[in-house]
């Protein structure tokens, strides 16, 4: 299988919206609170549009076949107040298809976007995962990733 890791345009965002549905639906499996992803296309798209050419975004593809099986979002942010960075790179979105998992498409497509904030000059990468979400945790801290902060949620 010939894989190829590129940055994503305009033309790429149909795939980039379709993929992300599964991965919205990934998550409503976990929890209900997530919406399904027939509902957040939309507003992906449009998330998409808005930084899929921005200076301080990247948005990385990888295709099989000319068919996309996966993409990662980063971009390059300011900081919570009370960080020392001045900025920070922050990894918004990440997903393989089914089928190509464990296949190191994943980590070619995180060291192109890590050699992205390395020529920005970023020291720090960011990014939120679900406690449950027991692959995507697997992934991140195989990557290095640690824990340094916890999120919660009071449901009323």
Same mark, same amino acid.
């Given at each position: 299988?010939? +894989?190829?890791? %590129?940055?994503?345009? !305009? /033309?790429?965002?149909?795939?980039?919206?379709?993929?992300? %549905?599964? !991965?919205?639906?990934?998550?409503?499996?976990?929890?209900?609170? $997530?919406? *399904?992803?027939?509902? &957040?296309? @939309?507003?992906?798209?449009?998330?998409?549009?808005?930084?899929?050419? @921005?200076r301080n975004a990247r948005i990385v593809l990888a295709e099989t076949?000319?068919?996309?099986?996966?993409?990662?979002?980063?971009?390059?942010? /300011? *900081?919570?107040? $009370?960080?020392? *960075?001045?900025?920070?790179? @922050?990894?918004?979105?990440?997903?393989?298809?089914?089928?190509?998992?464990?296949?190191?498409?994943?980590? /070619?497509?995180?060291?192109?976007?890590?050699? =992205?904030? %390395?020529?920005?000059?970023?020291?720090?990468?960011?990014?939120? +995962?679900?406690? %449950?979400?027991?692959?995507?945790?697997? &992934? =991140? /801290?195989?990557?290095?990733?640690?824990?340094?902060?916890?999120?919660?949620?009071?449901?009323?």
């Amino acid at each position: 299988m010939k +894989v190829r890791i %590129r940055r994503a345009g !305009l /033309k790429d965002v149909d795939a980039i919206v379709s993929l992300s %549905r599964q !991965l919205a639906d990934y998550h409503r499996d976990i929890d209900s609170y $997530y919406k *399904p992803g027939s509902e &957040t296309a @939309r507003g992906f798209r449009r998330h998409l549009l808005k930084n899929i050419r @921005r200076r301080n975004a990247r948005i990385v593809l990888a295709e099989t076949d000319d068919k996309a099986v996966g993409y990662f979002i980063g971009s390059i942010e /300011k *900081p919570k107040p $009370y960080a020392s *960075p001045k900025r920070i790179g @922050r990894i918004s979105g990440a997903f393989i298809q089914e089928g190509y998992r464990n296949s190191g498409i994943g980590r /070619k497509m995180f060291e192109e976007l890590m050699e =992205w904030f %390395r020529e920005k000059g970023i020291k720090h990468i960011e990014l939120y +995962v679900d406690s %449950r979400n027991n692959s995507g945790l697997k &992934t =991140w /801290k195989r990557f290095g990733f640690r824990e340094y902060m916890k999120k919660m949620r009071l449901d009323l």
